[in-house]
């Protein structure tokens, strides 16, 4: 690969062999201390007093540039003009080249065109912008949808932010996806009422277009005028009262009516004009949309003549290849088109639509995964060779109904180590033909989603050594006697023979591969995929009898294995977490499980968050959780309960460094908030707030009063006067908590058969009479009953310590935390009768259901976070009116707002993060008018973007459209491309690079990928088996089934990254992330306006917007502040 | 939040107060923190006919037994009057801008320092287009654009509509243009959140000083919330917002949504009307415009009340004639919890 200096040379760093200067320095020393708008202003100072000082104005401009604002350019404009007076060609040609590329970034063209001149004219080499036309794809055939475009997006469930050429693909995905339904009575398919409303609207705009005539304008001169009559009639409306201000539409026809509200006619414009007798104009001119080819390609020999889209809605298995078809790069696309039958491709088009999207085919021939020494084994499986193209793909199409095709899509999307041993040409055939099996029906392009979740994950999730070979947890023996001992029954009767041989870890990978296949639930495959997960944070990998135990105590307990990844835990806490855990399962007084369950989950609960932040110091993580957890193996009473929260109450404050002396509720709410070294006073007050604003909200009794009164409770059995005030404040306390609604109608009662412990939980503290039982107990000195009145507290305890979990998570605005007092109380740990959810993750029931009290959780305290989040969702406010969202997409958004906390992020590991996407920016403007450049740049995007992607930005920077090309990439992307081009360069270190090896080199535990990988990551519950955020830097995964979209969700890594360049463009300081990320998610998430599960263009749209919209009151605030000092 | 419109109409095809910081290092101290209390309510006699013209001194306003000192006073539409403490009335726009200009009275208790909140009544309508109302939408939007139309000229309104989430179609506005515009913008389809939407349109509710009321315009049966339908009645009971609600069912068709309107109306304030076809439904507007026109609002700032739980409202009428009136309002409220 090129080295990349070139461009850095001439792209970030404008002053090379210069020394920095002292303002420099000091410029420096404000950025490090977090002060980089301090910085900004001295530079700005030092180049306005000194205004001929090139070393000043250019320190300026590069600063400016650094941090990505837009006054960079003309800060690098007035440091060319002295340049050219000057006469320092050298660094004029730098400069110049540089405004180039920024000039292309901000889609300043006509700038570029200028810059780029200046710069050939002192002496640069021949570059050149290509001309505007020259790269423009051909021009597309057009067809045409009657009247606006907005309307129809309505009717068809399309967003209106789509562009013109993604309508017709996104009309065809809902064509495809809810268009039509099985027929009652036949094999045929029913139009869906959606469908019939889209029919409908259509019917109604082509009236409404012959009323509009050839003017394509609706002009409706008076309220008298016929033409309003017929209007009326077309719309579904009358007037009422006469013309004049007392009419008023009123619906007649309610199936036109609801054609013209849905579709937004703008109704009350008429009515207005009506009223006010003024001409009504309503501009009806058909919506021009590209069709892919020709409209002739799509039509049937016999309907040559008819209405393109009449066809299209008409003919689902149309639109599937259509669908198919817009997934594929214009090249490969071509190819299919013209070598492969219409007819023959509709009968693959389900194949193409969910795995085509990664074939590419490069001048004549496929590219396949693994690449030259993969192509004899694909041949073999395709029985073709990749080099017959075309040919080979349509093999691809057509063999074993997709499974070939699946296994080629999983295949090209792993990378790195894990691509080479899955495509060594033995192992590729062999790993098929376990999959594949003998029966290859149904494919997985036959249901709704793709059924090759399993697939995917073993792909992209398997680990490879660097000795080449995969990592199989515990050894091949462990799995061998999973597979032949199986606790609950077979996985595999075939499998359950040939484990028996097994000796080689390709045995075992091949036996996952063989179970992709199943259409149950593969749990060999969710428990390789979690133990691996475990593994791979571990500094010494699990031992083999703690695999073993964990595999088979998957069933039971694998929802709580994430908390083994929060951080590094030994073999025998491990072990011990399962026995106490099975010890809670077997308590067979309910109410005691619940408690106990409840106080163990909060406790570890905490243990997790403060793990996870550093609170509790690494070395200590361990041997806390060991202790936390060991007085649960043997509960018996409430009051060794009580006793056991209260010890691991106190043993998390030692372990956090508290002083012995603090009050427990107030140190665990300040650490909850963050613990911070160095107090960002605002957003720590602030998250201090919310969380006592919650416990409020929920009646939380206080942790120093539970604790007061057991202490005091010891004393009085000791002697002492009883002190009435405490227990009158804690009774008082209690008296607040609210009867518990009525859960469940009598009919859901019965069908469940589920609440009745937490409702008995919640009367029992309502009905505790501690006063009368302290005085009984105080007035006949009866110690030991004193003492028991602890064990009363112990639910009490419980649900405190449940309410920090919950306050730590609550998303933005918290509605339900805030609206049902009784949402923490009601908590449910032992969940519906039979089903004993004490250790399933965290679900969501109850929700909708009139009667009851409000939805709840239900099982672990596992996934409360997302639980959570999940249960908030449904309280923000879209923007748009009809906006489309996706529904796992949100929780997983909102918790990855939550999850991380950014009080130890640093300026500089923030700005070291934002360097890396800029520094890609720069080198794509480049490449705009660079081939050499651009072949590089795009060679690496396609190991992040799909094919049609990747080509799609090549073919915008051919055409030197650098703004465009940049909006099609994702911030993850460009931090990983950023990544991917600082490790290869190679030549001499350029300022730009070496600005980000600087950073590296003088805080190297603040700028490193492993620690911005925190700093910046997702947390990955279902893809990764862990809450601690990290980045994977995988291709974003489409919909599987199985997983709903929780696995697509937990791919998309861009918010913290982008969030994180965003703050530092706008020098707020990372501290302030921890109030500002959970906001701008919500807005971010009520800006997402998208047209199906997998569109990724409209949430970075959103993410822009919301990104923008911070920008610009960041500049007008600034702006005004300017002006006050002025 | 899911994608709504293709989940519309079974299109399925298998997709699934302050805050007192102590001294440096304390933690904050929590305490009841009382706003002023806006009570809305309707007098009637025993033929349900709204009698008018009662004055600030023919009402008694009893809150746990404790008789409290009326602040200001207004009826139906027309401009409120501050009570002053001889017992005299003053409108209360002046009184305001008096009393804020008198020396050291800047911060004179005009509520929320505005008194022309308190011309009029904010209404907001809250409308539901979810799956359950397809075939009577566009009714609906007729009923409503109707009632928006009808309204006082000193009445602001806001126009939201919900199915599984909440969308603020048109903004609290005197601009009965826009709020008809927004109306009917509304797009139909996907689940029923009912109580979620009401609690977010209390919420913005209650952020607008001044009168206020909501009216809800639904089919009925929730299938999505997550909110208990009590819970959201307690915010607005204790925000002080009358909910009014319209369902487009028969009282029987569904006896649990109807048990829960009638709760959370008259738990409120408010009325709930069941109204299947449109000319009912214009007839249940009618009736909530009259009653926004013929009722009282009455603020105060509480007395003195140890109770820091729900605390017990009463009207009562001084004359001996009163007391064959009917009063309708809210049952009481819980003081909000501040720190």
């Known amino acids: 690969m090129k080295a990349f200096s070139a461009v850095l040379a001439l792209t970030c760093g404008l002053l090379p062999g210069l020394q920095a200067s002292p303002n420099l320095d000091r410029a420096r020393q404000m950025e490090q201390s977090g002060d980089s708008s301090g910085a900004r202003t001295f530079l700005a100072r030092a180049a306005q007093s000194s205004p001929e000082d090139v070393t000043a104005l250019t320190e300026y401009a590069e600063f400016l540039d650094r941090y990505g604002d837009p006054e960079a350019r003309d800060a690098y404009a007035k440091v060319l003009n002295l340049l050219r007076k000057s006469g320092d060609q050298k660094r004029r040609v730098a400069v110049a080249r540089h405004l180039t590329a920024l000039d292309l970034l901000a889609g300043d063209r ?56 993604d309508v017709l693909p996104a009309l065809a995905r809902n064509v495809v996806t809810n268009g039509y339904q099985a027929s009652n009575s036949n094999d045929a398919l029913d139009q869906t009422e959606y469908l019939k409303l889209v029919h409908r609207y259509l019917s109604q705009a082509r009236e409404m277009e012959k009323l509009a005539g050839p003017g394509k304008v609706i002009e409706i001169e008076s309220c008298e005028s016929p033409k309003a009559g017929e209007l009326l009639r077309i719309l579904g409306y009358r007037m009422r009262g006469g013309c004049g201000s007392e009419v008023v539409l009123e619906t007649v026809n309610a199936t036109r009516a609801f054609l013209t509200a849905d579709s937004g006619f703008p109704l009350h414009d008429l009515e207005q004009a009506m009223r006010t007798n003024r001409p009504f104009r309503h501009d009806f001119q058909p919506t021009r949309v590209p069709v892919m080819f020709t409209a002739a390609y799509w039509l049937p020999v016999k309907e040559k003549e008819s209405d393109f889209l009449d066809v299209f809605l008409s003919d689902p298995a149309l639109c599937r290849l259509y669908l198919g078809f817009s997934k594929l790069d214009p090249e490969t696309a071509e190819a299919l088109r013209k070598h492969v039958p219409m007819q023959r491709l509709k009968a693959y088009a389900h194949v193409l639509d969910f795995f085509g999207g990664m074939f590419e085919l490069r001048n004549g021939k496929m590219v396949v995964p693994g690449g030259q020494k993969a192509v004899a084994a694909w041949a073999e499986l395709a029985g073709t060779s990749p080099d017959n193209g075309i040919v080979f793909l349509e093999k691809m199409l057509a063999r074993d109904d997709g499974w070939t095709a699946s296994y080629f899509d999983a295949l090209a999307r792993t990378r790195g180590p894990v691509l080479d041993y899955l495509t060594e040409p033995a192992r590729l055939k062999r790993f098929y033909g376990a999959m594949r099996g003998k029966v290859t029906s149904p494919g997985p392009a036959r249901p709704v989603f793709r059924s090759n979740a399993d697939l995917m994950l073993l792909t992209t999730r398997l680990q490879v050594g660097p000795d080449g070979r995969p990592h199989i947890p515990g050894g091949v023996d462990v799995w061998k006697n999973l597979f032949i001992n199986h606790p609950h029954g077979k996985y595999d009767g075939k499998l359950t023979r040939a484990a028996a041989a097994w000796k080689e870890p390709d045995d075992v990978v091949e036996a996952l591969f063989a179970l992709c296949r199943k259409a149950v639930e593969n749990e060999p495959l969710k428990i390789f995929m979690t133990l691996s997960d475990l593994d791979r944070n571990r500094a010494k990998p699990l031992e083999t009898a703690t695999v073993d ?45 619940a408690n106990t369950a409840g106080i163990m989950q909060a406790l570890v609960g905490l243990w997790r968050v403060f793990a996870r932040e550093g609170t509790i110091p690494p070395d200590k993580a361990d041997a806390v959780f060991a202790k936390l957890i060991a007085p649960y193996g043997g509960m018996r009473e409430n009051r060794d309960l009580f006793d056991a929260g209260r010890n691991g109450v106190r043993l998390l404050l030692e372990a956090t ?71 009158n404040r804690l009774t008082a306390r209690i008296s607040e908590i609210q009867l518990p609604r009525n859960a469940l109608s009598g009919a859901e009662r019965n069908a469940l058969a589920f609440g009745y412990w937490t409702e008995r939980h919640i009367e029992g503290q309502r009905k505790m009479n501690l006063r009368v039982a302290i005085e009984r107990a105080s007035t006949g000195a009866d110690k030991e009953k004193l003492r028991e009145i602890r064990g009363m507290l112990a639910p009490v305890l419980r649900d405190t ?128 008018f660079d081939p050499e450049l651009r072949r590089q740049v795009t060679a690496l995007l396609s190991g992040q973007a799909s094919p049609a992607r990747t080509f799609l930005v090549a073919a915008l920077l051919e055409r030197g459209e650098a703004k465009q090309a940049v909006e099609n990439i994702t911030p993850s992307e460009l931090f990983m491309l950023g990544r991917e081009m600082a490790a290869n360069e190679k030549g001499e270190p350029v300022p730009c690079l070496a600005e980000l090896r600087r950073l590296a080199a003088e805080v190297p535990r603040e700028a490193n990928y492993r620690a911005v990988s925190r700093a ?22 489409p919909t599987l089934m199985g997983y709903s979209s929780r696995i697509m969700a937990e791919s998309w890594e861009s918010n913290a990254l982008y969030w994180a360049e965003l703050a530092d463009a706008l020098h707020v300081r990372p501290a302030q992330l921890n109030v500002r990320i959970p906001e701008w998610t919500r807005k971010l998430v009520e800006q997402i306006f998208a047209s199906h599960l997998e569109d990724w263009p409209a949430l970075l749209r959103s993410l822009r917007n919301v990104g923008e919209d911070v920008r610009s009151s960041s500049r007008s605030r600034g702006s005004e502040q300017k002006a006050s000092l002025q | ?128 287009t979810s799956n359950f109302m397809y075939r009577g939408f566009v009714y609906a939007e007729d009923a409503i654009a109707d009632f928006v139309r009808g309204l006082d000229r000193a009445d602001s309104v806001a126009v939201y509509t919900f199915s599984r989430n909440l969308s603020r179609a048109a903004p609290l506005t ?22 979620n939407g009401l609690l977010l349109t209390l919420r913005d509710a209650a952020k607008v000083p001044g009168r206020k009321v909501v009216i809800v315009f639904s089919n009925g049966p929730d299938n999505a919330s997550m909110v208990a339908p009590d819970d959201v009645r307690a915010v607005a009971e204790d925000e002080g917002i009358p909910i009014y609600v319209i369902s487009t069912n028969e009282v029987n068709k569904d006896p649990v949504s109807s048990g829960v309107f009638r709760r959370i109306a008259t738990g409120t304030g408010g009325k709930a009307y069941w109204a299947k076809t449109w000319q009912k439904q214009v007839e249940a507007f009618e009736n909530i415009r009259e009653d926004l026109g013929n009722s009282y609002t009455i603020t105060y700032y509480p007395q003195p009340n140890p109770n820091e739980g729900f605390r017990r409202i009463g009207v009562e009428i001084a004359s001996d004639v009163g007391k064959k009136f009917r009063v309708r309002a809210r049952p009481g409220y819980r003081p909000r919890g501040g720190f």
Do not use: C
């Open chain 2, 1 to 128: 939040m899911n994608i709504s419109r293709r989940t519309f109409l079974g299109a399925t095809a298998g997709l699934a107060g302050g805050h007192l910081l102590g001294q440096e290092g304390q933690r904050p101290v929590f305490r009841v923190k009382v706003d002023m209390v806006v009570l809305s309510f309707t007098v009637t006699d025993s033929r349900n006919r709204y009698i008018n013209g009662l004055k600030p001194g023919d009402f008694r306003i009893l809150e746990d037994g404790i008789l409290q000192r009326i602040s200001t006073f207004a009826e139906g539409a027309k401009p409120p009057v501050a009570l002053l403490e001889d017992g005299s009335t003053r409108p209360l726009v002046e009184t305001a801008a008096r009393d804020r200009t008198a020396p050291g009275n800047e911060a004179a208790p005009v509520p929320e320092n505005n008194p022309d909140a308190f011309v009029g009544t904010n209404v907001f309508v809250l409308f539901d």
């Open chain 1, 657 to 727: 460094g508290s002083k012995p002396d603090a009050a427990p509720q107030d140190r665990l709410v300040d650490l909850l908030a963050g613990n911070v070294s160095q107090p960002d006073e605002d957003a720590h007050t602030l998250m201090v707030q919310d969380t006592l604003r919650i416990l409020e909200a929920q009646r939380i009794v206080s942790l120093n009063a539970l604790f007061e009164l057991a202490d005091h409770l010891d004393a009085v059995a000791g002697g002492q006067k009883l002190s009435p005030s405490l227990v």
């Open chain 1, 110 to 165: 006509a700038a570029a065109e200028r810059h780029l001149e200046e710069y050939r004219a002192a002496g640069g080499k021949q570059l050149a912008l290509p001309p505007v036309a020259a790269g423009d794809s051909p021009a597309r055939e057009l067809v045409s949808i009657p009247g606006p475009l907005r309307s129809f997006a309505r009717m068809a469930a399309i967003s209106s932010e789509t562009a013109p050429e």
């Open chain 2, 174 to 195: 005197r601009d009965r243009f826009q709020a008809i515009s927004g109306l009917r913008k509304a797009v139909a389809g996907d689940d029923t959140a009912l109580y």
């Open chain 1, 1016 to 1037: 910046f990551g997702t947390p990955k519950p279902t893809l990764a088996n862990s809450y601690q955020p990290e980045l994977l830097g995988l291709r974003t995964f």
């Open chain 1, 549 to 593: 135990r964990l595999a088979r105590a998957y069933k039971q307990m694998g929802q709580q294995y994430a908390i083994f990844n929060d951080a590094d835990l030994s073999d025998s806490s491990i072990v011990q977490f399962l026995d106490s855990a099975e010890a809670v399962s077997k308590i067979r007084d309910q109410m005691l499980r």
């Open chain 1, 801 to 928: 310590l449940v309410a920090y979990n919950y306050a730590h998570y609550a998303p933005p605005g918290a509605q339900i935390l805030f609206t049902n007092p009784l949402f923490v109380r009601s908590h449910d740990f032992l969940g519906i009768q039979g089903a004993n959810q004490t250790w399933r993750t965290t679900e969501l029931f109850g929700t909708g259901w009139p009667s009851n009290g409000g939805g709840r959780l239900v099982g672990s305290l596992a996934g409360l976070p997302y639980a959570l989040a999940e249960a908030e969702q449904n309280f923000l406010v879209p923007g748009q009116t009809q906006a489309l969202i996706w529904g796992d997409l949100v929780p997983q958004m909102i918790l990855s707002a939550k999850i991380p906390r950014w009080w130890k992020v640093t300026p500089s590991q923030m700005h070291w993060v934002a360097l890396h996407m800029r520094y890609t920016q720069a080198v794509l403007a480049e490449a705009a």
